[in-house]
Structures are given as structure tokens and as C-alpha cells.
């Protein structure tokens, strides 16, 4: 059932999105913090509305311009934002009587914001979450259609391909024949003679 906050809609389909609604709330919180320093010198209330505002206006912002990984958290922002303005005008509406209608209507707009903000960032973490379930089956097929590839680095090195453990005398250390050497004859550079200042060979 298609509704206002909610269609039908694949999980690999990407979400629809518009930041006009967050835009809107940054300029009615802004202006509202405003008035309250205006009216009532109320630094307290300039802070409130110009902070939701911008935090409104940042989550707008990100809808518009940002890459899909950063929808759901503009959302999340915008739904933060909107449960503290509704909250805060639903408590003043109810604990004034002298607001009027005006403080039950911003309070029912920051209703709409969340309501709207909470579905759009399920959308997107719904889509996000088909994304890599997405990976994974892709990741899966390969793994059984390409065993060979998929082994590479089991028993047998990706680089030497050799078992591990395995590896010739001429690249370990020690005791192990060079090559060009002896069977005896010991690996790596001559060994330095404390004792005399200059190493074999000169410098």
C-alpha cells in the first residue's frame, strides 16, 4: 500500500530523496530562535533555534550533494533535529496556555519531520544492508565458480607457490648453501672480525 512515507519498493532500488523538507525546518527553527531573542531577549533560545537550524540545514546539505553512504546519516541528524524541535514546542504548547495555536502547529510540523527523516533513514540502511548482502553473494559465486583463485592463499603460497614451510636452501639463512657454493659453505655475507677495524674485503 503505497502511502505518504512509505511505497512499494525493491531493496536495490535507490532510495528517493529531497532535502527541501529539511531546508524548510532550518529556516523555521532559525527564524524562531531569532524572534526569541527579539521578543523576549532569550539568548537561550537564539542558541537553540540557530543550532537546530544548522543542524538542519548540514543534513540538507549532505541530501543534496553527498554520496549515497552518507544519506542515512543526514537523516539520522535531520531525525535528531526534529524530535528535539518537536519535543520542545509540544512542552512549551502544553505548559503555556498563552502560545496559542501557533506552538501546537510547529510542534505537529516537527511531528511530520521525524516521522518523514525516521523512514527516509530506513530506506537508506535497508538499501545499504542489500548492498553488501549484495558483495557477499557475488563474493560466494566467484569463490565456487573460481576454487583455484580462491586457494591461493591456502596450502600453497600466492607469491612462491610453494607449501608453506618449504622453502629452498638458497633463500633461508643459516646453514643453508648458496647459490654457486658448497654444500657446506654458509649463506649470507662473510661474517664481521671484531677484532679488526676493517670488515673482509676492505672498504
Known amino acids: 500500500m503505497t502511502s505518504l512515507f512509505r511505497r512499494d519498493r525493491h531493496p536495490h532500488e535507490v532510495p528517493s530523496d529531497s532535502p527541501d523538507l529539511a531546508f524548510v525546518m532550518s529556516f523555521v527553527t532559525s527564524v ?3 524572534s526569541a531573542y527579539w521578543m523576549r531577549r532569550s539568548a537561550l533560545g537564539l542558541v537553540s533555534g540557530l543550532t537546530v537550524g544548522a543542524t538542519f540545514a548540514l543534513s540538507g546539505w549532505w541530501i543534496q ?11 539520522q541528524m535531520a531525525l535528531m533535529a526534529s524530535v528535539l524541535f518537536g519535543g ?7 505548559s503555556n496556555p498563552y502560545v496559542g495555536p501557533g506552538g501546537t502547529m510547529l ?7 521525524s516521522a518523514y527523516h525516521l523512514r527516509k533513514m530506513l530506506e537508506w540502511r535497508t538499501y545499504e544492508q ?3 548482502h549484495e558483495a557477499e553473494r557475488l563474493l560466494r559465486d566467484y569463490i565456487v565458480k573460481h576454487p583455484d583463485a580462491a586457494q ?3 596450502p600453497a603460497g600466492p607469491t612462491t607457490g610453494l607449501p608453506h614451510g618449504r622453502m ?12 654457486g657454493q658448497a654444500p657446506g659453505a654458509q649463506a649470507g655475507p662473510p661474517p664481521l672480525n671484531r677484532r679488526s677495524p676493517v670488515p ?4
Open 200 to 203: 673482509p674485503g676492505g672498504f
Open 152 to 154: 591461493a592463499g591456502g
Open 32 to 34: 524562531g530562535g531569532m
Open 168 to 179: 629452498p636452501a638458497d633463500m633461508r639463512g643459516g646453514s643453508g648453501a648458496g647459490p
Open 107 to 113: 510542534a505537529a510540523l516537527g511531528g511530520v519531520s
Open 130 to 132: 542489500s548492498r553488501v
Open 65 to 75: 550533494t553527498s554520496n549515497a553512504d552518507k544519506h542515512e546519516m543526514a537523516h
Open 88 to 94: 520542545a514546542m509540544g512542552y512549551r504548547a502544553g
